[in-house]
C-alpha cells in the first residue's frame, strides 16, 4: 500500500512571494503518477499539476513547478509570484499504473496543507 | 459542460436513515470513483468501479454500497447512516491519462 504524508498542515505566504510545500511518499511501485490538486473555499477540487515517475524532468504549470526527487520519495511544489487567488488546501496525490497503463481511477491523498497568501 | 455532477450537495439524517448520493458524468469516462473527505485525513477511497458493472472497494468501504449499471451513473448508498459517516464526500471520473475529474462535494451530518 502506499502513503503519502504532507508535513506542513498550514503554511503562509505574502503576495508576490515564493513559496513550497512538502511532500513525500512511500511506495514500492516503479510506474505511478504524482499530483497537486488545490481545493479553494468552493470545494471543488482542481487539478494543479502533474507528474509521471518515469520521467525525470520536473512538471511545470505556469507558475507552478514542482521537485521530484524519486530517489527521495519527493515531491515538493513550489508557487511563485503568489497570487491572493493561490490561497487554499493543497492536496499532494498518488495513483499507482498498473499493467497496461491502467490506473483505475484510485488516488491515494495526503493530509493537506492549508496555505493562505497574506496582501 | 457538466462534468461531474453530484447530488444533494448537502444532507442531514439522523441515525439510522438510508440515502444514496448520486453522480453522474457525461465524458465517458470509465473509471469512477467515491471519496470521503475528513479533517487531517485527506480524501479517502471508498469504492470504484472501472465500467458498468465493475466495482471493488477502497480503503474505507464498511457502511457504504455501490452499483454501476451504466457508464454514467455511480451512486452511493449508506444502508444505515451513523455519526460517523458525517464527511464531504466527492464523486469524479477518469481515463487512463491518471487525471481526475472531481464532483462539487456533497456535506452530509449525521445526528
Not at chain 1, 513550497?20 to 511501485?29: A, M, N, V
Not at chain 1, 505511478?32 to 479553494?40: A, E, G, M, N
Not at chain 1, 511545470?60 to 490561497?87: C, H, M, P, W, Y
Request: with cysteine.
Amino acid at each position: 500500500a502506499q502513503t503519502v504524508t504532507q508535513s506542513q498542515p498550514e503554511m503562509s505566504v505574502q503576495e508576490a512571494e515564493t513559496v513550497t510545500l512538502s511532500c513525500t511518499y512511500d511506495t514500492s511501485e516503479n510506474n505511478y503518477y504524482l499530483f497537486w490538486y488545490k481545493q479553494p473555499p468552493s470545494r471543488q477540487m482542481i487539478l494543479v499539476i502533474r507528474q509521471e515517475a518515469y520521467k525525470q524532468q520536473n512538471a511545470t504549470e505556469n507558475r507552478f513547478s514542482v521537485n521530484f526527487q524519486k530517489a527521495a520519495k519527493s515531491f515538493s511544489l513550489k508557487i511563485s509570484d503568489s497570487q491572493l487567488g493561490d490561497t487554499a488546501m493543497y492536496f499532494c496525490a498518488f495513483m499507482k499504473q498498473f499493467a497496461g497503463g491502467t490506473s483505475y481511477g484510485k488516488l491515494t491523498f495526503g493530509q493537506g496543507t492549508i496555505l493562505t497568501v497574506h496582501p | 459542460n457538466a462534468g461531474v455532477t453530484q447530488t444533494p450537495k448537502f444532507q442531514v439524517l439522523k441515525t439510522g436513515q438510508s440515502m444514496t448520493l448520486q453522480c453522474a458524468q457525461d465524458m465517458n469516462h470509465e473509471y469512477m470513483s467515491w471519496y470521503r473527505q475528513d479533517p487531517g485525513m485527506g480524501l479517502r477511497l471508498i469504492h470504484y468501479s472501472v465500467g458498468a458493472g465493475i466495482t471493488d472497494q477502497g480503503e474505507v468501504p464498511n457502511g457504504y454500497n455501490v452499483s454501476r449499471s451504466t457508464t454514467e451513473d455511480f451512486p452511493l448508498r449508506l444502508l444505515s447512516a451513523a455519526p460517523s459517516q458525517t464527511s464531504v464526500y466527492f464523486c469524479a471520473s477518469s481515463r487512463d491519462t491518471g487525471e481526475l475529474f472531481f464532483g462539487e462535494g456533497s456535506r452530509l451530518t449525521v445526528l
